[in-house]
């Protein structure tokens, strides 16, 4: 069967995974037509329904039977983005014996009920999840599969799920709409939140999300805080300059690690080097080589037939691939540079690395020797009203991927560090962080960190950057708050998200410290308000990055030898 099965879904994931992540899907186009009889024996082809939830409210679903008799294995894609655009789905896979149902969440399109953007997901996903098992043509098993907003809906209503789930694809994602998505380092994802709202017309959710700035029980419903709860093995895909790139991680290592004694040891992690576009080599200003993932359809064709089929020859494949397979980034256009091939690992991050601190110097350096007494520290003045501009990174809704960031550290209000030229390439896998000692003037502040990889010609391409607000430095949970003393000397870690990337011999590795990256965050008003324009006038700030022995400011790279 699954020899049969591959050559019947050659190409069936290919479009999706190039051009759907969730955002928008357009596989009615782009996948081969089926040859689909115009009825089954158990009426008719395609079938409009409304599932009901616990307090009454119908979902509308959209049903593709399978020709002949059940009972069958379902396929559930549920999403905010109109099912109609999921329709390719079920024009191709009922031909091979699959249900293909596709949801419009609460209160979308033709679904009643209040848009809650998520925060009905786990609920509602269940319930769907029941009414399948339920059906006289189901066979108890369910594959959920989408990106993005449609993989969000997966995780969420994972934990305590219904025994009917059984398997899931999950891209683009995260299983923490708090600190995954709506905020991160405790800042308002500004660009991401309000425009994604904005344009799927749900903008009464900007207020409330805006307004619970703390991790308190608000956000529970849409974060998973327990993975034993959660017991199907998955998928997990995504790209180191995806918005989401920190949850996917977070998400496989929740599942593989912590999960219940069906997800534990079950998982799958694939990291490109990609956007939020999951498999195209063009990342921002630069086109990798390799970027490419040859094998994800034909992953996924393994996946559903073990899942859905329990095809033994699917089963074995599934079991001898590798639980994480990632793709290491390099130099662009430079014959025989080190990087840009993928890899395998038996998790995240991959053994091997050494955490090594490049440390911040007077006269803009950065070295691997420790600061002397006498290191001092560099000061710069952060305008809430003129604040730094976003050019590329994790984005959504505006340029995304690696863009030179000179005219970005050309402006008054960025520091910048740099090493020597590299006499050796350089390789760092795993998790990456800055341990930015500040002190300032003022209640609040932000740091933001950018990464890059400064090429011989003096592009400064960007590798990873990312933020903190200093007001939850004693809370990493961000459940708490503990504002600043004017002169006080304090440390900000910020997380620069998994990676893997090589700098090329005769390369730089530079870091940029400033206050702001606007308009992907919020800018900070320095005045212990969370926004501009909100309670008291914004505050200028005056801070010192500080990189003495006392205060020994650092990028911390795993380095692998």
Known sequence: MYTLAKRQFTRLFLAWALLATGVCCVLGDLLPSANVPAATSGGALVEDVKVPMADGVGLATTIYWPAGEGPWPTLLLRTPYSRSGESGWGRTLPEHGIVVMTQDVRGRFDSEGEDMSFFAEREDGQATLRWIAGQPWSNGRVMTL?????GITQYLFAPGAPEALTCQWIQVATPDLFDGAV????????ALTTGWLESNQSTHRIAPLRSHHKNDAYWDIVQIDDFSAVNVPAFHVAGWYDIFARGMVNGFLGYQDEGGAGARGQQHLIMGPWTHAVNDPEVGALTFPNAVLESLEQQLE?????????????????????????FTLGAVAEPDAPGNVWRTAGTWPPAGGTETPFYLHPGNVLSLERPGADGGGDAFTYDPHAPSPTVGGANLGLPAGSF?????EARDDVVVYTTPPLEAPLEATGDLRADIWIATDVPDTDVVVRLTDVYPDGRSMLVSDSIFRARYRTCPDYTCEVFLEPGEPVLLTVDLGPHSYVFNTGHRVRISVTSSNAPRFAPNPNNGEMYVGEGAPA???HTVILHDADHPSALMLPVFK
């Open 146 to 150: 989408g990106g993005s907003a449609l």
């Open 183 to 190: 905020y991160q380092g405790g800042v308002y994802r500004e």
């Open 302 to 326: 393994i996946f559903m037939l073990a899942c859905l089929f329990d095809d033994p020859e699917a089963q074995a494949d599934l079991a001898a691939l590798p639980p994480v397979q990632y």
């Open 404 to 408: 030179d960031q000179r005219e970005v």
């Open 539 to 541: 505050q200028v700030a």
